[in-house]
């Protein structure tokens, strides 16, 4: 057995049979390497996994898989076996980095899309609002223009010199007419 902290053999293993028993992908080297490197690795990763979603024990995990499935990779020591961990968990971390970008990047872009067709399709409201008006009368057309234009109706009443209850009267008066034009044209 290997000491965590030391790296030193503290069994019949000694660091060259480790390496190559390491190296042939021995299930018994491999678990001594890895519960010697585990602490060290489990530090580093805690710290670099700490603001995201990822388990320092699943990436320390996926790392060693990583090397169990690369059997042409050969490690000339211990030292090159947790310098190549450390390197594999720093990937991670930016690999995973990088996915949260896409992700955000790709939620942005999606509002956008999203409120560029909702701005399609309001724009398309206001095409077939704006021929409906034309098949009213000019007074009534008027107002509910100044309103789509944002007129209130204080202002609307003293722009046209009439009673502000005119304003409202013609305004009811005009979207009546609206719905019953916007209904007919549905069918």
Same mark, same amino acid.
């Given at each position: 057995?290997?000491?965590? !902290?030391?790296?030193? &053999?503290? $069994?019949?293993?000694?660091?060259?049979?480790?390496?190559?028993?390491?190296?042939?992908? +021995?299930?018994?080297?491999? @678990?001594?390497?890895?519960?010697?490197?585990?602490?060290?690795?489990?530090?580093?990763?805690?710290?670099?996994? @700490?603001?995201?979603?990822? @388990?320092?024990?699943?990436?320390?995990?996926?790392?060693?898989?990583?090397?169990?499935?690369?059997?042409?990779?050969?490690?000339?020591?211990?030292? !090159?076996?947790?310098?190549?961990?450390?390197?594999?968990?720093?990937?991670?971390?930016?690999?995973?980095?990088?996915?949260?970008?896409?992700?955000?990047?790709?939620?942005?872009?999606?509002?956008?899309?999203?409120? @560029?067709?909702?701005?399609?399709?309001?724009?398309?409201?206001? !095409?077939?609002?704006?021929?409906?008006?034309?098949?009213? &009368?000019? +007074?009534?057309?008027?107002?509910?223009?100044?309103?789509?234009?944002?007129?209130? &109706?204080? /202002?609307?009443?003293?722009?046209?010199?009439?009673?502000?209850? $005119?304003?409202?009267?013609?305004?009811? /008066?005009?979207?009546?007419?609206?719905?019953?034009?916007?209904?007919?044209? +549905?069918?």
């Amino acid at each position: 057995m290997y000491k965590q !902290h030391d790296m030193t &053999p503290q $069994t019949n293993y000694n660091e060259k049979e480790l390496l190559k028993s390491f190296n042939n992908r +021995d299930e018994k080297a491999f @678990s001594v390497i890895f519960r010697m490197l585990y602490k060290e690795l489990f530090l580093y990763s805690s710290r670099l996994f @700490s603001s995201l979603n990822l @388990s320092p024990e699943d990436a320390i995990q996926d790392v060693f898989i990583d090397i169990w499935s690369r059997t042409s990779v050969q490690f000339p020591s211990l030292n !090159h076996i947790k310098s190549f961990c450390l390197v594999a968990l720093k990937n991670t971390y930016k690999n995973k980095i990088k996915h949260l970008n896409y992700q955000e990047y790709f939620k942005t872009e999606m509002k956008v899309k999203y409120k @560029s067709s909702q701005n399609l399709e309001e724009a398309d409201q206001y !095409h077939s609002l704006y021929e409906a008006l034309q098949l009213l &009368p000019k +007074d009534l057309a008027q107002i509910i223009r100044m309103y789509l234009e944002g007129w209130k &109706p204080e /202002e609307i009443a003293q722009k046209l010199g009439i009673a502000l209850q $005119t304003v409202y009267n013609r305004r009811r /008066e005009a979207i009546i007419k609206l719905l019953k034009i916007i209904n007919t044209s +549905d069918r």
